[in-house]
């Protein structure tokens, strides 16, 4: 069972910076992807940012240039380093991990509000 414990986020001005943390348990004991997405009230969930264990990355493209993914795996931590943000990064951000086997695991969420 892999487990997803998320930490950060908050309320921040509209220019300002935010990192999201997420410690994964089985991060560096197997091939897999880690990622973030992110949910607005009354949207969809959508695809923010991933990484994978050979240290690709993807990012949507309304994040890109302001977001940064990487990870730690002496820790077994994934970041989300969040600059520039923008009203509407206003949502509930979510990590995630994705196996070999396609399964995905889910971190609980955290709020992140940009408001002036």
């Known amino acids: 069972q892999v487990q997803l414990v998320q930490s950060g986020g908050g309320l921040v001005q509209p220019g300002g910076s935010l990192r999201l943390s997420c410690v994964v348990s089985?991060?560096?004991?197997?091939?897999?992807?880690v990622g973030w997405s992110r949910q607005a009230p009354g949207q969809q969930r959508d695809f923010v940012a991933f990484i994978t264990s050979l240290g690709s990355t993807m990012y949507a493209d309304s994040v890109k240039g302001r977001f940064t993914i990487s990870t730690n795996n002496a820790n077994n931590t994934l970041w989300l380093q969040m600059n520039s943000l923008k009203p509407e990064d206003t949502a509930v951000y979510y990590c995630?991990?994705?196996?070999?086997?396609?399964?995905?695991?889910w971190g609980q969420g955290t709020q992140v509000t940009v408001s002036s």
């Open positions: 089985t991060l560096k004991s197997s091939m897999n992807t």
């Open positions: 995630w991990y994705r196996g070999t086997n396609g399964k995905e695991y």
